[in-house]
């Protein structure tokens, strides 16, 4: 009698043993289940992150363009193709584009222009503009930047010479030239900003003496 006491015991030890792995090997699988479906969801919004940037960087829309650029496979030299299409008609601009492959993507757009750039080595990088004239002919300029308030005036440098910043209306063409010698040489002619007031330019940037600076440039002459 004493023996089968303790083969039931020994049974039923056996028996809850088992019950407990079962039951943890189920919240085991449960828990591994969250997981990886918490990794899928993960998975899924960084394709959706991605599918964003992508179409941030191929894609662009103004209120009356949609610009579109696609890369051209194995090229070395017009590497992409732009579309610019009209939303209010037929109208659709197409160019090749002879940009650097693999590195180029839609920087901006607007009613006017839609703006591709691409580095060129070290901290040099260029700026193509096609126009939605379709007459108008492509542009190209190096360390171009924007006037924060004005999008039809931007500033260039030329032949890399830094101490000399050139203002540039893309309206008229018409241009003219700054002084900026005592910016800060490791700027490479980069303001920290540039504001239209009026009539004036108002170019804020560090000086090589690693001072702030404000110099006011009067546009008449490129207006």
Known sequence: MKQIKISLLFFFLIFSSC?????????NVLTSKKQIDTIKSSEMDNVISDEKYLDSVYKCESNDFISK????????SNAYKITIASKKGKNKITKIL???PRMSHINYCNELYTVV????????YSQVF??????RPIEQY????????????IAHINNE????LIIHNLLNSKELIVDISDSNMWNYGQMDSMIVKRNNLILYYVT???KNKIKTIDLKTIL
Do not use: M
């Open 98 to 100: 002879d940009t650097r």
């Open 208 to 210: 090589d003496k690693k």
């Open 161 to 164: 010479e830094f101490e000399k």
């Open 142 to 153: 190096n360390y171009s930047q924007k006037v924060k308030n004005n999008q039809n005036i």
């Open 130 to 135: 096609i126009f939605t004239d379709k007459n």
């Open 19 to 27: 019950q407990n792995n079962s039951k943890q090997n189920a919240k």
């Open 69 to 76: 650029l696609e890369e051209i496979p194995n090229r070395k």
């Open 117 to 124: 750039g691409f580095p060129c080595g070290g901290p040099s």
